[in-house]
């Protein structure tokens, strides 16, 4: 993975093109990787996507450590090569693909996990292939650079104990889970009616006093009781606990 200096972020904040800026080759710390993968909750399930995979260490090991499918997209060809020497050193070549091409064109579809350490601008237009083309439910984990207007699901801080070249005392990495579309109106067949306002993971219902979206799993609480269930694309469906206990299955469509 492509890593950079942060004093370049200097020459990136007086307008300067991220094309335009050449860094050092860094390369993430081992703490930092695990912790990275942890915190998605990796699983021999995924396939983590690590975009600007640089020396391959991040898809590594994912395929080590947690038993999953990789694949790493970079632009150096050298360090593309390199990845795929190391992985077949590691004995996980046949979980991993390194791929030389441009993270903003790259096919993120098989994504279940995606790894970033990438300058702002870059994120930033990366943002919106993020939000709209992987799957909800998509766990993305960055180090040290946020995204602007979308609020992480978690943020850590980590310390780093051993000294290690371009890197500082402490890291900060960022998780966010990428949420299924559910903005607008919702019916039930009981009559039930919900409209639903939202940015991001953040959602608001008319009169719930509490609701929560991660992924596709949604709840919330109002004076019907108790919801809790899950998106798939148009079909709301789930639980609805009354305030008396009683319990009963809620399906809701979307109001086109």
Same mark, same amino acid.
């Given at each position: 993975?492509?890593?950079? =200096? $942060? ?6 904040? @007086?307008?300067? /093109? ?8 860094? %390369? %993430? ?7 990275? $993968? ?25 395929? #080590? ?8 997209? *970079? $632009? /150096?060809?050298?360090?593309?090569? @390199? ?34 350490? =990438?300058?702002?601008?870059? &994120? ?8 709209? *083309?992987?799957?909800?439910?998509? !766990?993305?984990?960055?180090? @040290?650079?946020?995204? @602007?207007? +979308?609020?992480?699901? !978690? ?14 005392? *402490?890291?900060?990495?960022?998780? +966010? ?5 559910? #903005?607008?109106? +919702? ?6 009616? $919900? ?7 953040? &959602?608001?219902? /008319? ?12 709840? +919330? ?8 269930? #899950?998106?798939?694309? *148009? !079909? ?7 305030? /008396? ?12």
């Amino acid at each position: 993975m492509k890593k950079f =200096l $942060l004093l370049l972020l200097v020459a990136f904040h @007086a307008g300067a /093109d991220d094309a335009d800026l050449r860094a050092p080759f860094i %390369t %993430t710390p081992d703490a930092v990787v695990e912790r990275m $993968l942890e915190l998605a909750g990796t699983r021999p399930s995924d396939v983590v996507m690590d975009l600007g995979s640089g020396d391959g260490r991040i898809v590594i090991a994912a395929a #080590r450590r947690f038993g999953a499918r990789g694949i790493g997209i *970079e $632009l /150096d060809r050298g360090l593309v090569e @390199a990845s795929r020497r190391t992985a077949r050193d590691a004995a996980v070549a046949e979980r991993v693909s390194f791929v030389q091409g441009d993270v903003l064109t790259a096919d993120l579809s098989p994504a279940s996990v995606v790894t970033l350490y =990438l300058l702002p601008g870059l &994120i930033g237009k990366l943002q919106p292939r993020l939000i709209y *083309e992987l799957r909800p439910g998509t !766990r993305i984990v960055a180090h @040290a650079f946020g995204m @602007a207007g +979308w609020k992480p699901d !978690r943020t850590e801080t980590l310390r780093i104990t051993k000294p290690h070249p371009g890197q500082g005392p *402490e890291s900060k990495l960022y998780l +966010w889970v990428v949420p299924a579309e559910v #903005r607008g109106v +919702w019916r039930g067949d009981g009559g039930e009616a $919900l409209r639903i306002e939202q940015n991001y993971q953040q &959602i608001e219902i /008319d009169g719930a006093k509490r609701a929560s979206l991660s992924g596709r799993d949604i709840a +919330w609480e109002s004076a019907a009781g108790k919801f809790s269930g #899950r998106v798939e694309g *148009e !079909r709301m469906s789930g639980e609805l606990v009354a305030p /008396d206990g009683r319990k009963r299955s809620l399906e809701l469509l979307r109001e086109r």
